[in-house]
């Protein structure tokens, strides 16, 4: 069954160009793919999260408000019942606050430069086949 | 699963979206699932919205949603979207123009890929309607994909088709021509502030004047085949008077306007069914459509398994030299299967 994955853009930045290009990607990898769009609220994508069943979250976060936002995804998730779903994040993060993002419970972080083919391949490594039950 | 079930029918949002994923991924106890679930279905007005791409339907489904919850109702959305014929993946992007609908629990939406389906819905989408119904919404629209005129499953499965069209995608040949302006039971011209959407609504309505079912409770195309389905006596003490004609209601979705018309179009429609007794003829056709459907991908799954793999390959190789036609090749296979020839 293709991996559902929720591509998601929090917070105020209004560049989508690297989303969009991850989107295609991921679609070309097989892949179902949500697209939210732009200004997304941490409830927003809770919402969407749960909604669409997907398996795996992506954050586009170009602004800098990484360390705001991404810790109050996460939580709110969590409040859902979303524990089980991992966040990947995307966009530009400084080196000195990825140990913070992993602490939040961020199971990879995607610089520029990233190839498409190495964040393919982590999604993979890191989903096993969901199961039907 | 039993559990998710209960759940389900206690409003749990998450198990109503795990058991949507069970059917879509036609798990091994869906069967179990929806029988289950179907004694509590039937509720439910379901609407489906369809027309070509870039007409609008997403921005029409977010304004009528809209609309419903403010009288109150809750809201399903089941948005379908292509899936890439090549790499098995697909974009759903239906949301991006659903935001404001966004942190209200009396709706829920969910995106769907065609997953190699070719009539405008996928193959799960009958049985994802069912799991919504019970989950106890009272409206659920159902987005198609972008359709052009020969995606008609939506008339299979809604209660009301609406047919979205918009200024400046055809000359008026488009309106006449069979298909997809014939499942409608309500015509919408969205975008109707653009130039050319008084050109678009005489178009239809030409085509209605031209002649239209009127009633698709007679006889609807389905995969090439014609079927038609008695209408038991029901309702025709006046054939004529009781025929429905679709309304053309115009619209422009992003800002709201024409929305309380079309919404009362759809009314008046659920009311004539309702009133006609047609409504348990449309039913009785959809079930009967769906048992067919059903039945046949049952055989064609059973039969597949009793030809050997490499029959195939061998009649392949065959037809491509030109040493047999495709219809005698049928012929062939069919007669190394016992039971069948």
Known sequence: ?133 | MNDLVEQLLNGNRRALARLLTAVENEAANRGEVLAALFPHTGRAWVIGVTGAPGTGKSTLVTALTKAYRAQGKTVAVLAVDPTSPFSGGAILGDRIRMRELSGDTGVFIRSMATRGSLGGLSRATRSAIRVMDAAGFDIILVETVGAGQSEVDIALAAKTTLVVDAPGLGDDVQAIKAGILEIADVLVVNKADRPGAKNTVRSLKTMLELGHPGSRSQVVAHHGQLLRVESNGVGNKDEVEAMWLPPIVETVASEGKGIGELIEAIDRHRHYLANDAALINLERQQIEIELYDRLREALMTRLLQKIPGNVFADVIGRIQAREIDPESAVMAVLAKVPDVS
């Open chain 1, 1 to 133: 069954m293709p991996i559902r994955v929720l591509i998601a853009k929090p917070g105020l930045d209004g560049h989508d160009r690297g989303a969009k290009v991850i989107a295609r990607a991921l679609r070309d990898a097989g892949m179902e793919v949500i697209y939210t769009g732009l200004r997304q609220t941490p409830e927003m994508i809770a919402e969407a999260a749960l909604q669409e069943d997907v398996d795996i979250v992506g954050l586009s976060i170009l602004s800098g408000a990484h360390l705001a936002l991404v810790p109050k995804i996460r939580q709110t998730m969590d409040k859902s019942g979303l524990n089980d779903i991992p966040i990947l994040v995307g966009g530009i993060i400084p080196d000195s606050d990825r140990p913070t993002l992993e602490a939040a419970g961020v199971t990879a972080i995607f610089g520029p430069g990233t190839s498409t083919e190495e964040i393919v391949a982590h999604i993979h490594k890191i989903l096993t086949p969901k199961d039907t039950q």
